[in-house]
């Protein structure tokens, strides 16, 4: 969970099972590489079975919505409008730095 996340010149897109979440880059105020804690606590969503998805809230991050498989390979996405994901891909750190220079550009 996700199946892909791609990123386009309008928008990053969040590929789930039964339609893709789009978040426009001009909603996009902050992207960084940030793995989940251990003391993540799960709101509500899965915990593991077919990835992580759903409401997670952490200490240092607040209350965020997740799409991973492993946290290893995760970034954290914050809205301008302050919500928050985190998502995950094999690729996470190039996801980031292309995020970047997009945003950078709008």
Do not use: H, Q
């Not at 915990?47 to 409401?55: D, E, L, M, T």
Request: hydrophobic residues 40%.
């Amino acid at each position: 969970m996700p199946l892909s996340i791609y990123l386009d010149n309008e928008s990053l897109e969040i590929k789930r099972p039964l339609m893709v979440k789009s978040i426009p880059l001009t909603d996009i105020a902050d992207v960084r590489l940030c793995a989940p804690t251990m003391g993540a606590k799960r709101i509500c969503g899965s915990g593991g079975w077919f990835g992580w998805y759903g409401w997670f809230s952490e200490k240092d991050l607040g209350k965020y919505f997740a799409y991973y498989g492993k946290a290893s390979d995760c970034f954290f996405v914050t809205l301008k409008n302050g919500k928050k994901y985190m998502l995950g891909c094999k690729d996470a750190p190039g996801v980031v730095n292309a995020i970047k220079e997009k945003i950078k550009l709008k």
